[in-house]
């Protein structure tokens, strides 16, 4: 059980950061630059977690064109995802796009949950791994619950709902920690390597087709692209010297 402690305890600390960071937005006025400029810097943290962290590992497989098929994958598990939330969007009348309080409910649980899951298979994997993710993930999480509960204040939803939604946050990626440490932990390291590959591949997708597409939707700002390689250069200094 030490270990199951551990993974929840290291899943706590992004879903702490993406508390702070709804909070934070409760307190500032926000402007469309700022959520732009926030969701570019998470969106940086993201790529660097994928690029220097995750498959890195995955590669080291004994067989790398599993893990690499498994990349792949996690491309075509986000269309799925992307599919399901379009249909049950649907179904409650939202029509093809999905917009209102459930839409980003809903977006940002799917990316905690594949936290999550990605935090639980790597202490699986080494503890110490698990931890570095755990951590790199603070500074991504931050943002990200920034930009939502941003995105609700100005839809007009009541602050007692916005802060309890940001409070909900921290169950889908305590969930995926979960999932990933007890269903991985008795398996062949080479199926958690493509776990992890997969889990890449879906962070891959989320980046560029929602979190690049959200902030342009918002006023841009010549410092964006500061902070998309700010956010990498983060994580590569967390990544270098932890």
């Known amino acids: 059980m030490e270990g199951f402690v551990l993974v929840l305890a290291l899943a706590a600390l992004p879903a702490a ?7 934070t937005a409760e307190l500032l006025t926000v402007s469309g630059r700022a959520l732009s400029l926030s969701l570019h810097l ?14 890195p590992e995955a590669l080291t497989a004994s067989d790398p064109w599993v893990p690499i098929l498994a990349f792949i994958g996690g491309g075509a598990l ?14 409650l009348g939202a029509g093809g796009e999905v917009s209102g309080p459930l839409a980003i409910f809903t977006g940002v649980s799917l990316d905690l949950f594949s936290d999550g899951v990605m ?3 790597a202490t699986v994997l080494n503890p110490s791994l698990g931890l570095l993710l755990a951590i790199g993930q603070v500074p991504a999480d ?37 999932l990933g440490y007890f269903a991985l932990r008795q398996a062949p390291e080479i199926f958690t390597l493509a776990v992890l590959a997969l889990t890449g591949g879906a962070l891959t997708s989320v980046v560029v087709e929602e979190m690049i597409t959200e902030a342009h939707e918002h006023p841009t700002s010549k410092w964006e692209p500061i902070a998309l390689t700010g956010g990498f250069a983060l994580f590569a200094a967390i990544s270098a010297y932890t």
């Open 142 to 178: 931050v943002p990200e619950g920034f930009a939502a509960i941003a995105t609700l204040r100005r839809a007009g939803i009541r602050r007692r709902t916005r802060i309890l939604m940001a409070a909900a946050f921290a169950a889908p990626i305590l969930m995926g920690a979960t």
């Open 119 to 121: 935090i639980g298979t």
């Open 17 to 23: 950061g993406n508390f702070l960071g709804g909070l």
């Open 42 to 55: 998470a969106a940086g943290i993201v790529m660097a977690v994928v690029g220097l962290e995750l498959m």
């Open 78 to 91: 986000f269309v799925g995802i992307e599919w399901l939330i379009g249909s049950i969007r649907k179904r």
